[in-house]
């Protein structure tokens, strides 16, 4: 009697212990970016839009990506 305790108190340690283990879905929610669309026409409603940048103007989605990139050049930065 004693072992089969044993083992059922070791087997509800294990489920336990398992059950710990599932992993979760790691996105929030789905993009707001959709893939049929070009990139400077930006998405309805997208809460990451940089600043100085009109959704849907390529002019200045490509003005945006320029200063980014410029940023982002370790030979500007030093300077």
């Known amino acids: 009697m004693n072992r089969n305790k044993l ?3 070791a087997a509800l340690a294990a489920l336990i212990g398992l059950a710990g283990c599932g992993e979760e879905p790691q996105t929030a929610r789905p993009s707001p970016k959709k ?3 070009a990139a400077w026409k930006g998405a309805p409603g997208d809460p990451f839009v940089a600043a ?3 959704q849907g103007d ?3 989605w490509q003005k945006q990506i320029r200063q980014r990139n ?3 050049n370790e030979y500007t930065r030093v300077q």
């Open 52 to 54: 100085g940048w009109t």
């Open 7 to 9: 083992m059922w108190t």
């Open 70 to 72: 410029q940023l982002q």
């Open 35 to 37: 893939t049929d669309t």
């Open 58 to 60: 390529q002019t200045s």
